[in-house]
């Protein structure tokens, strides 16, 4: 288990200046009917960060941007987000198992990648000097993603090229490794990377790396929402879901949440947010040191 209780963190941290901020949201599951619930969430969600995320460099979004992966659904979402006009700040995507599994590949692909805007399935960007890695299945599987070789020797690239542990770098995929953040206990059944112990063996080498990930929807109150927060190795964190949430007892839960990010120059806040309630959540404020280890 994890040790997050000792690593969060209040409301008199901000006390240095703020170097850099994003938000990270995933699981939208939007459907084609605009009054779904998932659907009405996602717009919350995003009028959350146009009132509360001014500087923001970006939203990262890690997978599930649709339930289906239906052009019609994409359509719908692409409508949600014009309606804030210039009011959000970019969008930087990945594919999530919903969104590409169970049909043709290479159609499910060429789907979401027009219907988000993503360069491929893999993809990084330096943004105000600081690194953000998206990662993506190549297969299209039911649950699991699936990670090649090549893409793996280009991560293990990409997080070398700052060289130095110093700085964070920022990495996103759809699935979590097993028995690390919340909902991927393998009693609960959602991790799900079919080359655990080979991304495992390209993180470990760099520390600075922090892991964002979607998938099990658990609720960020969880006790386990963050992962390595006090090792050396890089840390994980659970990012829920703006669609609906999970529990703990295996439950299904009415609710909307992700995270704001804010980067300092020895340090990272992961702070969960409720959009529902438009509130923090309490249990889910996070502190990343760095250098790690230290």
């Known amino acids: 288990m994890n040790d997050t209780n000792d690593m969060r963190v209040g409301e008199d941290r901000r006390d240095e200046e703020l170097l850099l901020a994003f938000q990270v949201i995933t699981d939208t599951h939007v459907r084609a009917d605009e009054q779904h619930k ?6 919350r969600a995003l009028q959350d960060i146009a009132a509360n995320g001014a500087g923001s460099v970006g ?15 994409y359509e719908a979402w692409n409508r949600i987000w014009e309606r804030f006009g210039g009011a959000l700040p970019p ?11 169970l ?35 190549e297969e299209g599987l039911e649950l699991f993603s699936s990670l090649s070789e090549k893409q793996l020797a280009w991560l293990d690239n990409k997080l070398g090229e700052n060289g130095a542990v110093d700085q964070p770098a920022f990495v996103f995929l759809h699935q979590p490794l ?18 655990d112990a080979e991304l495992r063996a390209v993180l470990a080498r760099h520390p600075q790396a922090i892991l964002f990930t979607g998938h099990t929807h658990w609720e960020l109150d969880a006790p386990n929402t963050s992962f390595g927060l006090r090792g050396e190795g890089p840390a994980m964190f659970n990012a829920a879901s703006v669609a609906y949430l999970w529990t703990d007892d295996d439950e299904h839960k009415d609710g909307s949440q992700g995270f704001y990010v ?33």
């Open 59 to 73: 939203i990262m979004h890690a997978g599930d941007v649709t339930d289906h992966g239906f052009p019609e659904e």
């Open 178 to 195: 097993l028995n690390t953040v919340a909902g991927s206990y393998e009693a609960q059944r959602w991790y799900g990377v079919v080359q």
């Open 91 to 101: 969008l930087y995507v990945t594919m999530g198992n919903h969104d590409v599994a």
């Open 262 to 294: 804010e980067v300092y120059r020895d340090h990272v806040l992961v702070r969960g947010r409720d959009f529902t309630r438009g509130e923090w959540v309490e249990a889910a404020q996070f502190r990343v040191d760095y250098p790690r280890g230290r």
């Open 103 to 137: 049909g043709n590949w290479e159609a499910r692909l060429g789907q979401f990648l027009r219907g988000t805007g993503a360069e491929g399935i893999y993809h990084d960007h330096w943004i105000d000097g600081y690194h953000f890695i998206f990662l993506g299945t």
């Open 38 to 43: 998932h659907n009405v969430n996602l717009e």
